[in-house]
């Protein structure tokens, strides 16, 4: 079986333990369920297919039943705390005591590179800035940034930039590495609508911030079809990729700037008679 850590869903971590218990001995659910102390032989079985779910002291049964001790059981619990968790904050308070776990052990979490990455709006600036500001302390790539942000908070991005090879060391200074962060369809939900808050809440605070000659901020309100919405995306992708090759061709930086492409409705679905 893989490690604890590399799974998000205890249910697939479930499933996997006794699929490997299963090929190598007549082990049944029956028996699973009596050694986590439940009276019903199916339970486990139904958790697993996602037609229940494990309480908090089932967790701890379960655990002790999977022969899990000290790290491997609190990231266990901690895990069908982040599946069952019912909003985006409690999902990621829970998943960074999973990550925290993982650290204190010296182990790794499946996409917890990714998740760090888009959590915060620090390092996607920092790898804008300081490949273009060779030779400049924390400190001072600090003070070039809009929003308030320490030394320490920029070093700690520039040496996981460094780790996880989104950035590399040149010279003095650092330049831009081709390697992509991959995190899955559990976890990067989570932290790109994070970030996605945390720009929408930057976007506000421009309003005030800058003047006009510094920002753009224009809208339109429209009633669509279906159809015509998912050629608006498709639009809005074209429109996104060419921002992207200008971007790409810049022969030089003077700010770091972030573009939000929003388009969300304003009214409930179902079509309207005109």
């Known amino acids: 079986m893989k490690p604890i850590t590399e799974y998000l869903d205890y249910r697939q971590f479930m499933q996997d333990y006794y699929d490997e218990k299963k090929r190598l001995s007549s082990f049944s659910w029956r028996e699973f369920a009596r050694a986590a102390g439940f009276s019903s032989p ?3 079985k139904l958790v697993c297919e996602g037609k229940s779910r494990l309480s908090s002291a089932g967790a701890e049964n379960v655990g002790a039943a999977l022969h899990l001790a000290g790290f ?5 619990k901690a895990m069908v705390n982040y599946c069952h968790a019912e909003s985006d904050m409690d999902k990621k308070k829970t998943f960074e005591l999973m990550l925290e776990l993982a650290k204190n052990c010296k182990v790794k979490v499946l996409d917890g590179e ?3 990455y888009y959590e915060s709006w620090i390092h996607p600036v920092v790898r804008e800035l300081a490949p273009v500001m060779p030779g400049a302390t924390p400190g001072e790539i600090a003070k070039r ?3 308030a942000v320490s030394a320490g908070e920029i070093r700690e991005s520039l040496d996981f930039m460094v780790k996880t090879g989104l950035l590399k060391k040149k010279g003095e200074g650092y330049e831009q590495a081709d390697a992509h962060l991959k995190g899955s369809s559990e976890v990067m939900p989570v932290a790109l609508r ?4 945390e720009m929408a809440q930057f976007a506000e605070e421009a309003i005030e911030k800058f003047p006009a000659s510094e920002r753009n901020f224009t809208g339109l309100t429209m009633g669509l ?3 015509d919405y998912e050629q608006v995306l498709q639009e809005l992708e ?3 990729k060419k ?3 200008i971007a790409l061709k810049s022969r030089s930086v003077e700010r770091v700037y972030r573009l939000n492409l929003q388009l969300f409705p304003l009214t409930w679905g179902g079509r309207i008679n005109k």
């Open 238 to 240: 074209l429109c996104r």
């Open 42 to 44: 199916t339970y486990l």
């Open 243 to 245: 921002i992207t090759q």
């Open 72 to 76: 491997e059981l609190e990231y266990f």
């Open 225 to 227: 079809s279906a159809e």
């Open 114 to 116: 990714a998740f760090k």
């Open 145 to 147: 940034c809009c929003q």
């Open 194 to 197: 994070s970030m996605h808050r």
